[in-house]
């Protein structure tokens, strides 16, 4: 079998912002129009993230996955512009989405992204589902497993939460796939694990406990804006879940500069061979090779 490569990218947090109406700026968006203008758009670029798309378009991925944090404070005003921005990283059979807290960032408008980007997000069984998730892609060898952990929060607050139903569909779906000779790929926008009250995801050990107990042979996420690695228990043994920097971003305090990976994937017998690629920005505005890992 071929190998088949799989780009992963995440927060690529769109800029610029569109000019918000003062009615729109209540509450939490308040908060985060603030920290916006004078923190995060000297470091969220245009020019970054479309330099990056376009060595990542130049590697000729098979598939794209994108794990949340498309907007920034889910303003009406944001949706078109991102769906625009998905269409120019390729088509919905091409693209995989999952949202992060950022798109369901206030009540108000927490489920926009769902009626925005449907067709990156549907399962191949519902093409015009809603967005219901868990959603499963089958693309080549890979079996795409997204969730939605992107629930609005309190100010100062960025966690996630799955909450009991998506839980439960999640082990029906594992388990479904279990004995299918696919590379299972779970797509999920908060670390299964994080040292931060403020940012984590709530009900992780729910997550974790189904992993353990049904597997999966990759987990990627995005979320904290830092190049990591994991690995938590699986069925047959450890499990590496990868997270990627912000897709737009300049190198500022603890953040390094926008980043991708690349994952080849190839049957090799009854095992499965993964090699990342880690590909950025490390100085200046041009991209290269930064890293070669053999995951297994």
Known sequence: ????????????????????????LAGKRALGYLNWTRNRQRFHRRDV????????????????????????LALEAEFAPSLKWLESVGAPDRVTVIPGNHDAYVRTTQHRFAQAWGNYLDSDDKPDGGAAFPSVRQRGPLALVGVSSAVPTPPFMATGRLGRP??????????????????????????LRSDSRAKRLTDS?????LLKQYGVELILHGHDHVHSTIWVDGPNGPIPAVGVPSASALAHGRHPAAAYNLFSIERDGAAWRCEQTVRGFKDGLELEELQRIKLF
């Not at 079998?1 to 729109?24: E, G, I, N, Q």
């Not at 050990?205 to 406990?209: D, I, R, T």
């Open 49 to 72: 993230l479309d330099t990056l798309v376009s060595d990542m378009q130049a590697q000729a991925p098979d598939h794209i996955a994108i794990t949340g944090d498309l907007v920034n």
């Open 1 to 24: 079998m071929a190998s088949f490569t799989l780009a992963h990218l995440s927060d690529p947090h769109l800029p610029p912002l569109p000019a918000p109406r003062l009615r729109d």
């Open 205 to 209: 050990h729910e997550v974790l406990a």
């Open 166 to 191: 998506q839980l439960d569909a999640l082990e029906r779906v594992l388990a479904g796939l279990a004995s299918e000779q696919a590379f299972r790929i779970l797509l999920i926008h908060h670390p």
